[in-house]
T-cell receptor, first 111, second 115 residues
Framework: GENVEQHPSTLSVQEGDSAVIKCTYSDSASNYFPWYKQELGKRPQLIIDIRSNVGEKKDQRIAVTLNKTAKHFSLHITETQPEDSAVYFCAASSGRNQFYFGTGTSLTVIP | ETGVTQTPRHLVMGMTNKKSLKCEQHLGHNAMYWYKQSAKKPLELMFVYNFKEQTENNSVPSRFSPECPNSSHLFLHLHTLQPEDSALYLC??????????????FGPGTRLTVT
């Protein structure tokens, strides 16, 4: 089956700096890569996703890049704000109702 | 709340009890999922239903028994659980079609404590 690894497990940045979280996957059949944000005590919510036919996607301060050859994808958050503090999860799916999640990255943005 | 709802939000049960978790989605999705979320571990996919048919059972112990009476409702029946089953149980739904995956919408979860 698929194996998704996520790094780092914790990340602290100063407000205004950028944050980068990286994930690798093992199954070349995976073609959908969502990123979820989970604030303390709340449900995971999708913040951005990318499909394997695209190399990069941006949505305001958030971007995701995908390298299919190397089987890794990354989340980039620019101009971080305190409200960006949360746990971020990456996931990979091959479209057969199977989703494999990373272990999560706890991001703290220091004001 | 609209979207995906779960009840109860918190549950404490003994190892000999039988209880059920309920999930309901109001999004018209065709796939529903049960996940287990434990500290320091990735979200673990337990069961998947697509158009009411179970499509995945990821080696989950038989003390967890899912039920999907229709595309909007999903249950997880619990019996003779172990303390290590204590976790946050999340329900999710999505609109999967033509072999493509789409965004999953999660419920708020049920915090389960087994004593």
């Amino acid at each position: 089956g698929e194996n998704v690894e996520q790094h780092p497990s914790t990340l602290s940045v100063q407000e205004g700096d950028s944050a980068v979280i990286k994930c690798t996957y093992s199954d070349s059949a995976s073609n959908y890569f969502p990123w979820y944000k989970q604030e303390l005590g709340k449900r995971p919510q999708l913040i951005i996703d990318i499909r394997s036919n695209v190399g990069e996607k941006k949505d305001q301060r958030i971007a995701v890049t995908l390298n299919k050859t190397a089987k890794h994808f990354s989340l980039h958050i620019t101009e971080t704000q305190p409200e960006d503090s949360a746990v971020y999860f990456c996931a990979a799916s091959s479209g057969r109702n199977q989703f494999y999640f990373g272990t999560g990255t706890s991001l703290t943005v220091i004001p | 709340e609209t979207g995906v709802t779960q009840t109860p939000r918190h549950l404490v049960m003994g190892m000999t009890n039988k209880k059920s978790l309920k999930c309901e989605q109001h999004l018209g999705h065709n796939a529903m999922y049960w996940y287990k979320q434990s500290a320091k571990k990735p979200l673990e996919l337990m069961f998947v239903y697509n158009f009411k048919e179970q499509t995945e059972n990821n080696s989950v112990p038989s003390r967890f028994s899912p039920e999907c009476p229709n595309s909007s409702h999903l249950f997880l029946h619990l019996h003779t659980l172990q303390p290590e089953d204590s976790a946050l149980y999340l329900c999710a739904s999505s609109q999967d079609s033509a072999g493509l995956s789409y965004e999953q919408y999660f419920g708020p979860g049920t915090r389960l404590t087994v004593t």
